[in-house]
């Protein structure tokens, strides 16, 4: 299947900074990413979809202030997490889908272990 | 309102036996539905997707059966190996989305011992 690279798979960052994750597709461009978010024992929740060159739609509940989506190229999608408090403290995991790909799948990056002390 | 629902957070199967992961589901406008499976800090990893125009759809060890009456799907894993042992979630798109938009259900912890 087509290769979404997600990095840094882990960070620690300290209260009040600000964090970015990048997820990238090596071997195909993503015309859609996703960036979900996960808590311990409980699903992956969708926090927005981005479509290249266009702002990102956030799910209800989510901060389009404290979580940043730019989406500016064909395989590049990155999250900065705002001012972080430790109740962001999550799992967070992209995924893309677009041209080459079949289009009714998702492929998932490995996902960001994200600690804020 | 959770609209795709895995009952069971765990199972537990002997190598060599079937595993079977259930999945329901509420909404009736998802047509399309994926399983995904889930090792510890790693993304998920696309098992096999099903379409509601099939009840069946079978790749090597893996089947997957869809009983739209029931909006109900399930995973068959035959035979169980130690290596299956993982997350797995259900997934469901609407076609009205383009299939852009994943619900996810809670997972199942799946563990095959030898």
Known sequence: ?117 | DQQVKQNSPSLSVQEGRISILNCDYTNSMFDYFLWYKKYPAEGPTFLISISSIKDKNEDGRFTVFLNKSAKHLSLHIVPSQPGDSAVYFCAASPMNSGYSTLTFGKGTMLLVSP
């Open chain 1, 1 to 117: 299947g087509a290769v979404v690279s997600q990095h840094p798979s882990w960070v620690i960052c300290k209260s009040g900074t600000s964090v970015k994750i990048e997820c990238r597709s090596l071997d195909f461009q993503a015309t859609t990413m996703f960036w979900y978010r996960q808590f311990p024992k409980q699903s992956l929740m969708l926090m927005a979809t981005s479509n290249e060159g266009s702002k990102a739609t956030y799910e209800q509940g989510v901060e389009k202030d404290k979580f940043l989506i730019n989406h500016a190229s064909l395989t590049l999608s990155t999250l900065t997490v705002t001012s972080a408090h430790p109740e962001d403290s999550s799992f967070y995991i992209c995924s893309a889908r677009g041209q080459g790909t079949d289009g009714t799948e998702a492929f998932f990056g490995q996902g960001t272990r994200l600690t804020v002390v």
